[in-house]
């Protein structure tokens, strides 16, 4: 093979070897940016889910209108809710209370699982649900124990809006006392097509529909009132119809101001939950023969004689 020649394939070879490293160039830029556009779409994703869980306050079981502080500020409310001393119901007594619990003559006996029962109806959307929430949360925590309880407010556009409180939807109780059954229905989420404007989420029971029928109605309430929420049913004992006092006072304070108010018992705010929560408990002691003896104190037995049926 002449010199020319070895010349020429020694080119071509140069040639094919710039143009494989070429490719190879071009490829490893290609690689390059998959993965950077891969660890975008990541970034973005994991951005996407963050924003969703902050919305939703990182609890998928909440209701669509519950809303209010979640972690450790939601552990301080719970807290300061469900161990308000007993020094302080005590002292509050019947508090600021406006409508004490009526009697119910001959009422209809509610046990379950053996146990007297309370039953409470109402809304999330309802101020005046709102209100009863707080002393029924503080008066039942004295017999037993909540799990999963989370905050809401009351409608944006009702009477006394965004009224700070509790939800009892997917919450459970516990006690050796007594039953608690709870029907929240519906959320504080605005619904044009339903009949009652805010989007379904419970339904009463048949049972519970016979009580609302029977003590949701004259002479426990108006007539103009039947069927008005709240509506929580004592064992057959008591029956509350509507708020024990003004949600008023609670207006404009968030769940940890009102909570942290509660062991001193010495605010407008306070005493309004705090005597709602004796008389409940009052009502709670006549379902369990007025146990436990700690609990059913002589100064919460004596409310029991205010608690008047309707004349």
């Not at 119901?89 to 009422?107: D, F, H, I, K, Q």
């Not at 229905?185 to 529909?209: C, I, K, W």
């Not at 108010?261 to 309004?272: D, M, V």
Request: with cysteine; glycine share 8%; proline share 6%.
């Amino acid at each position: 093979m002449g010199k020319a020649s070895r010349t020429k394939q020694n080119a071509s070879r140069r040639e094919r070897i710039a143009a494989q490293r070429a490719a190879d160039r071009r490829r490893e830029v290609r690689n390059r940016i998959l993965i950077a556009s891969g660890a975008v779409v990541v970034v973005i994703a994991v951005v996407v889910v963050f924003v969703v869980v902050k919305a939703t306050g990182g609890n998928s079981s909440k209701p669509a209108g519950a809303n209010g502080p979640t972690g450790s500020a939601l552990a301080a409310v719970v807290r300061d809710t469900t161990t308000v001393p007993a020094s302080t119901l005590e002292s509050v007594g019947s508090g600021s209370v406006t409508t004490p619990p009526s009697a119910v003559t001959n009422g209809t006996p509610l046990t379950s699982g053996g146990k007297p029962e309370m039953l409470y109806v109402g809304a999330e959307y309802c101020p005046y649900c709102a209100f009863e929430r707080w002393g029924m949360v503080v008066a039942l925590s004295r017999f037993g124990t909540f799990k999963n309880l989370s905050t809401t407010h009351s409608s944006s556009t009702d009477a006394f809006p965004n009224t700070s409180t509790w939800t009892f939807y997917k919450s459970t109780y516990t006690s050796k006392y007594l039953a608690f059954s709870s029907v929240e229905e519906t959320t504080n989420v605005a619904d044009s097509s339903s009949s009652s404007g805010y989007t379904p989420l419970q339904s009463p029971t048949a049972a519970q529909e016979a009580l609302l029928k029977k003590y949701d109605a004259p002479p426990y309430v108006s007539s103009a009132d039947a069927g008005a929420i709240p509506f929580v049913y004592l064992g057959g004992h008591y029956v509350i119809n509507g708020a024990s006092s003004t949600p008023q006072v609670l207006q404009g304070l968030t769940w940890s101001q009102i909570a942290s108010s509660l062991k001193a018992g010495t605010s407008a705010p306070a005493k309004a939950i705090l005597g709602t929560a004796n008389y409940i408990t009052a009502g709670i002691c006549k379902m369990t023969g007025n146990q436990p003896a700690n609990v059913c104190t002589s100064t919460i037995t004596g409310l029991q004689a205010r608690m008047k049926a309707p004349s």
